[in-house]
T-cell receptor
Framework: AQKVTQAQTEISVVEKEDVTLDCVYE???????LFWYKQPPSGELVFLIRRNSFDEQNEISGRYSWNFQKSTSSFNFTITASQVVDSAVYFCALSARNGNDMRFGAGTRLTVKP | GAGVSQSPRYKVAKRGQDVALRCDPI?????LFWYQQALGQGPEFLTY????????KSGLPSDRFFAERPEGSVSTLKIQRTQQEDSAVYLC?????????????FGPGTRLTVT
């Protein structure tokens, strides 16, 4: 069975602070894919990143960075120098090799205050 | 280019009514997914199509839920005899391929309220 846990329900920070969103996953598959999606108040899920289970390199994209650690089954997401526009619900998701059943975590609501 | 579109964006139905929700995926995308998102929760998988074939419907909560994609493009999710517990946002997503490595692109969703 596959499961994604996002233990942080809500996080509130002040603009320019760094913030890390945690994601822990469970799977018996050796090949799998991890994703982060952003859901702004408008409601549409926006794809941010995909990692496959064989690539543990951390990735940085502008103010966003991701830390994938198989040893702890975690795929954490850090926003550096947060901005008000980063306010949204962020979802971590896990997909098996066959791709037909993506499991989402419950989401973390991030509020960035000016 | 055009993304995934869904219609209607909002639907209010009286309990017992049938509803039909439409999804237009990104052109050329092989895979199409339906999810149900309850308030404050993550999307929950309902069903999956690869072209016109419905390969997985394990997430459909009851036999009142039915989905189709007859020509491998547009898909319709139908809910018969709606119940209050069906109130949720219904999300459609499409992806280029059929493997888990392809990211899914989501539509804006249809918010269904059953009164």
């Amino acid at each position: 069975a596959q499961k994604v846990t996002q233990a942080q329900t809500e996080i509130s920070v002040v603009e320019k602070e760094d913030v890390t969103l945690d994601c822990v996953y469970e799977t018996r598959d050796t090949t799998y894919y991890l994703f982060w999606y952003k859901q702004p108040p408008s409601g549409e899920l926006v794809f941010l990143i995909r990692r496959n289970s064989f690539d543990e390199q951390n990735e940085i994209s502008g103010r966003y960075s991701w830390n994938f650690q198989k040893s702890t089954s975690s795929f954490n997401f850090t926003i550096t120098a947060s901005q008000v526009v980063d306010s949204a619900v962020y979802f971590c998701a896990l997909s098996a090799r066959n791709g037909n059943d993506m499991r989402f975590g419950a989401g973390t609501r991030l509020t960035v205050k000016p | 280019g055009a993304g995934v579109s869904q219609s209607p964006r909002y639907k209010v139905a009286k309990r017992g009514q049938d509803v039909a929700l439409r999804c237009d995926p990104i052109s050329g995308h092989v895979s199409l997914f339906w999810y149900q998102q309850a308030l404050g929760q993550g999307p929950e998988f309902l069903t999956y199509f690869q072209n016109e074939a419905q390969l997985d419907k394990s997430g459909l909560p009851s036999d009142r839920f039915f989905a189709e994609r007859p020509e491998g493009s547009v898909s319709t999710l139908k809910i018969q005899r709606t119940q209050q517990e069906d109130s949720a946002v219904y999300l459609c997503a499409s992806s280029l391929g059929s493997s888990g490595r392809y990211e899914q692109y989501f539509g804006p969703g249809t918010r269904l309220t059953v009164t």
